[in-house]
Nanobody, 119 residues
Framework: VQLQASGGGLVQPGGSLRLSCATS????????MGWYRQAPGNQRELVAG???????NYADSVKGRFTISRDNAKNTVYLQMNSLKPEDTAVYYC??????????????WGQGTLVTVSS
């Protein structure tokens, strides 16, 4: 399984970026997918997630600004980030979750993509 993340870059405060995460093979293999981020000196945190059924959840800090979506035909998950703030600066990681057995899970990770919000 490979997750290929892209779309990071430098953006001014208030700007927008869209991250993409393309999976190798069918996206339906995964019970959920999401985006995490890690800023220097901080732990990795969940930013947004989406289940195979389309249910979404967001960190409080990004609610109303970020939107996670999926394109099943393209086996791709997106993170639309609007009204970006300097505190959104971090390396963003794509994540896919496979649940098996009696609730065990295996996490797949993509390579990180750096988002820098600065004037």
């Amino acid at each position: 399984v490979q997750l290929q993340a892209s779309g990071g870059g430098l953006v001014q405060p208030g700007g927008s970026l869209r991250l993409s995460c393309a999976t190798s093979g069918s996206i339906f293999r995964f019970n959920a997918m999401g985006w995490y981020r890690q800023a220097p000196g901080n732990q990795r945190e969940l930013v947004a997630g989406i289940t195979s059924g389309g249910i979404t959840n967001y960190a409080d800090s990004v609610k109303g600004r970020f939107t996670i979506s999926r394109d099943n035909a393209k086996n791709t998950v997106y993170l639309q980030m609007n009204s970006l703030k300097p505190e959104d600066t971090a390396v963003y990681y794509c994540n896919a979750v496979f649940v098996y057995g009696l609730g065990s899970r295996y996490d797949y990770w993509g390579q990180g993509t750096l988002v820098t919000v600065s004037s």
